[in-house]
């Protein structure tokens, strides 16, 4: 009998849950926070390896 190799995807994700539980907080009115940092979690990881790629990038010259 053969093993079915099945891959799965990992869901949804930590920054994934965090950008919808601040999402409905502010809609709320819980938070009252700007729509930019409502939405970091989303953008703050891109930003943080265009850094690091900008670094390294520096240090291979």
Excluded: D
């Excluded at 930003?47 to 390294?56: E, K, Q």
């Amino acid at each position: 009998m053969k093993k079915r190799n099945v891959e799965t995807s990992g869901g949804i994700g930590f920054t994934g849950l965090l950008t919808i539980a601040f999402i409905v907080l502010k809609l709320m009115g819980i938070i009252t926070w700007s729509w930019w940092w409502v939405l970091a979690p989303l953008w703050i990881p891109w930003l943080l390896a265009l850094i690091v790629l900008v670094v390294i990038c520096i240090l291979e010259l």
